[in-house]
Structure formats: structure tokens, C-alpha cells
């Protein structure tokens, strides 16, 4: 079926000797949203530049909507959108101008650019600034008239380059919000380095690290991997090891911060209850039971430096 | 697509004070010697002079007037060609024309023509200028003409090699000096090697093919001169922007 939007296939990059992308492949669907991560320099901006054809792969290729990029790079660059790292802004034109040229590059019939500059602004909450000079906006306005730039033309595919940074935290929880409702519509693709974003706006998630894809998968997956099989444990009166680990369940214990215990059991037992009964009817003073959930940093961290250790 | 570009470019210019700043600074520096020329022509003209001897108002006025403004350009192109490359790369505005639907030739030939139309308004004013004085005497138009083409070509020359060079760096200063202190050079090639006319190298000059022009002479190796000029300088300006995008 067609409804696979952005066909990445081997894609590498070869920077005087070095690969800073090697091998990145992965399809995407339309209406779902993509999440790359990865430490800096890992190869985001590159993998990102080469989607939308400001970047000569060395290898691979890339197709939109079964469109080449390097072989009709026009027809394949009109279902993009792509807002970079820096805004690529003309800091001399006011709000309506820029947007009224950005719609006029990307190929909006002349009848309908009003109409595309209004809805762009309306949808990123720029109404208010139209006769306003991109020069004289704030950091934040700025990276949403970036963000009107690029979904204008209402492409099939939103590239958003790390389009969170330098927002106020309302401003954050609007932007994500607009990311969600484009991914209903269309496919997004967006970098960040802020992990909950990921997990509030993605359906699929991508973790680079040093060029190579390490992780590829459902948001859910991630997750999974995130809860484990661990307890954390409260306890005024610890006993003995020993007793802790006659529980049916109990693998391992040991000491965790602030005088707590955790606990791993067996995947598919839950202890939890057994745990509490014991504590009650041998007097160890449980204050406190929790699942100890690994953070999403903590299986981040995990992923991308699993090589090196 | 093309046309885009050029509106682009000529927005740009006029929403900055530059574009009118440049403008009427040229229509002041061209109508001062157009007017000095109108009256010297009358001081010279009703003198001692033998009425062989005597040129008439068109080509003395247009002599004085299209003289400085070949001059005056030579200042006037590189520092509005400086901007249109580099200025893009500084502000990393480059992107959003590549991430456009358009190829990199359209984007140059776009900003290429967005300059020359610019430039051209000012041409259009010294033509009207000159031409105006048809009101009192018979002006040679067919001098006017060759005049005007060959300036323009001129300027066209200058823009092509000043795109190019803006597109070399990511300084516009450093563009404008490099396109100024090169466009001087080959105006001024054929004076160094004054000895020997028949030097290839006096033969790159650019104004040994304007001077035939501006004696109402056309000439197609003059034109064929300027256009391979063009063309060369722009097709380095789309090799050296495609080079961003293989080589990163």
C-alpha cells in the first residue's frame, strides 16, 4: 500500500574518513509520529538533512511517498516540510511577508496563498504577530514562525529539527499539541534531546547513537523495557537478607539510596503482596512499597553506551 | 519558480534601507552629470570650436553620463551582490531555499535576476533621463540604445561575478572587497598592458568590450564576450552551491 511515507534505506555519511551516519534504514507510515534521539552529535542533523535533500547520502537513498530523492529531488522536496536546527528566517521581512514567500517557494497556487499563510499562523498561534518584524519576535515566536514555515504547504511529511528549544514551558505544551494533531494528517518526523517529549508525542521511537541505529521501535517498547522487574522497599526494621529472599519470587536484594531496599523478582511473579504480609506479621515497619521504575534517561543511557561498556 | 525567487530578492532589497538608499544615492550622482554635461555642451559648443570639430548633444551628455555610471557601478554591484549568498549562509537561511521544490540553478538565476532587475531600474532612469532632452532637440536614439544595452550587460557582468564570489564565504564584507578589488582588475587590465594591444590578456578586459558600446557600436564578439562572462561566473555560482550539498 502506499501508505508508507519516508523510505530511508542504508543510509550513510561520510565525513573526511569518518561516518557520522552509517547504515540508518526505517520506514514510516502516515499519520504516525517518529521520535530521533540521541546524545549531540550523534547524527540527527545529518540523517535529518539528508531526508529532506540538503545532504548527499554516500550511500542509501531516500523516497518520499515512493518518490527518489536524488533522482526528482523537486517533486520529492514539495511533501516536505522541514524546519532545521536554526530557523532559517529573513530576519528584514515581517511575519506575513516571510510566510507569504515561504508559501509562494513551495509551490502554493497564487489564489490559495492567503489562505495557507492564515491557517499556518493560526495553527501556531502567530495570529497576533503578523505585522511584526521576525527581527524584533522573541526567541520563541521566532521557532514557531519556523515551524509555520514548514508546515505551509501542507506537506505529506513534517521534519522538525529539535523544535522544543528555547520555548517557555506553555509554549512547549503548545507546540507538542500541534505535533500531535499534524501527526493525524501527516507523518512527523522530530529530533529532541528532552526524553518526555518523546514519550508524550511519538508512536515510534529511534535512538542514534555514534551513527548507528541502537534502538527502533514503539514507543510502548520502550516503556516495557522502563518498569522492569523491580521493588523498592521501605523498611524501619530491616531483617536479614535471608528472610527477604525466602518470599516466593524474590531473585536478589540489595541496597538502594536513602536506606531503601530493592527487590527483583521473577518476571510474571508479583511478590508484592507477600512482601506487605510479611512485613506485617513479623513486625519490619514497611513504610513504603513502590515499583521501582528505571527512568526513561536511565534505558537511554543504557541503549546508547551499552557499546562502550 | 524562477520569478519567485526574483520577488524574494527584490523585497529583500526593498525592505531594508539599502535598496533605497542605493537608488537615489545613483539617480543623484547620474542626474548631477547629466546636468553638468547639458551645460558644459552649450560652454563648449558656442566657443572657438570649428563646426566639424562639433559632436552632438546626445553623444557629448551620453558620453559624460554613461562614462560614471560604468564607474559608479563598479562600487554599486559588489556591495549589493555581497549579501545575496553569503548573508544566506550566515543566517543559515540557505536551507529553506534547498529544502524548497527548486534546483540549485533556479535558485541562482533567480537571485541573479532579482539583482539585475534591481539594477536595471536605475538604467531605466539614466534612458528616461537622456532621453527627455527629445523635448528641446533631436536626440540619437539609436546612440542611447547601444549605450544602454551595453551598460547593462555591464552590470550583468558585474552581478554575475559578484554572485559568485558572495557565494565563496560566509562574510559579506569579505565578498563585496573581493568582487570589488577583482571587477577593478579586469576594468582596468588593458591599461597595464596599454604596450601591446594585441595581448590576450588586455583582450579579457571588461571595458575594451564595453568602449565600442559606448561609441554606439555593436559588435556580437562584444556581446558573445559579456554572455560567456555571465554564463560562466553563474555556472561556477550552481557547481559551488551544489558542492554544499555533496560534500557537506
Sequence with gaps: MSTVTVEASNLTRVYGGREAVSDVSFNLNKGEVLGFLGPNGAGKSTTMKMITGNLAPS????????????????????????????????????????????????????????????????????????????????????????????????????????????????????????????????????????????????????????????????????????????????????????????????????????????????????PAEAIVQAAVSNGWGLRQINPDQTSLEDVFVQLTYQEAA | MIFNIVRKELKSLFSSPMGWVVLALLQFVFGTFFLIGVDQYFQTMSGAMRPEQRIGITAFVGQNVFGIASFVMLFAVPLLSMRLISEERRQQTL?????????????????????????????????????????????????????????????????????????????????????????????????FLAGDPTSTMAYLSLMRHFEPFSRGLLDTKDFAYFILFIITFLTLTIRRLDADRLRG
Aim: aromatic residues 6%; glycine residues 8%.
Design chain 1, 59 to 270: 550511500a542509501g537513498g531516500v523516497r518520499i511517498c515512493g518518490i527518489d530523492m536524488i533522482e526528482n529531488p523537486k517533486e520529492a522536496k514539495a511533501l516536505i516540510g522541514y524546519l532545521p536546527e536554526s530557523p532559517p528566517l529573513y530576519r528584514e521581512l515581517t511575519v506575513d511577508e516571510y510566510l507569504t514567500v515561504a508559501a509562494r517557494l513551495h509551490g502554493v497556487k497564487g489564489a490559495h496563498v492567503k489562505k495557507a499563510v492564515e491557517r499556518a499562523k493560526e495553527r501556531c498561534g502567530l495570529t497576533e504577530m503578523s505585522k511584526r518584524l521576525i527581527e524584533n519576535l522573541s526567541k520563541g515566536y521566532q521557532q514557531r514562525v519556523g515551524i509555520a514555515q514548514a508546515i505551509i504547504h501542507n506537506p505529506m511529511v513534517v521534519i522538525l529539527d529539535e523544535p522544543t528549544v528555547g520555548l517557555d514551558p506553555i509554549q512547549i505544551r503548545d507546540i507538542r499539541a500541534l505535533i500531535k494533531e499534524l501527526g493525524g494528517e501527516h507523518s512527523v518526523i522530530l529530533s529532541t534531546h528532552i526524553l518526555p517529549e518523546v514519550e508524550i508525542v511519538c508512536d515510534l521511537v529511534q535512538i542514534i547513537h555514534k551513527g548507528k541505529l541502537v534502538f527502533s521501535g514503539g514507543i510502548d517498547v520502550l516503556k516495557q523495557q522502563r518498569a522492569g522487574n523491580k521493588l523498592l522497599l521501605g523498611l524501619a526494621h530491616p531483617p536479614a537478607q535471608e528472610a527477604l529472599l525466602a518470599i516466593e519470587g524474590v531473585v536478589a536484594v540489595e541496597a538502594a539510596h536513602d536506606g531503601l531496599l530493592r527487590v527483583r523478582f521473577n518476571e510474571g511473579q508479583s
Design chain 2, 95 to 191: 536551507t529553506f531555499l534547498f529544502s524548497a521544490p527548486l534546483s540549485i540553478t533556479e535558485v541562482v538565476l533567480g537571485k541573479f535576476l532579482g539583482l539585475v532587475s534591481f539594477l536595471s531600474i536605475v538604467i531605466v532612469f539614466i534612458a528616461a533621463m537622456i532621453s527627455s532632452m527629445n523635448l528641446w532637440t533631436e536626440v540619437d536614439f539609436g546612440y542611447i540604445f547601444s549605450n544602454v544595452l551595453g551598460l547593462w550587460l555591464l552590470v550583468a557582468s558585474f552581478s554575475a561575478l559578484g554572485i559568485y564570489v558572495s557565494s565563496l564565504t560566509s562574510q559579506p564584507v569579505v565578498a563585496g572587497i573581493i568582487t570589488f578589488i577583482a571587477l577593478f582588475a579586469l576594468l582596468i587590465l588593458d591599461h
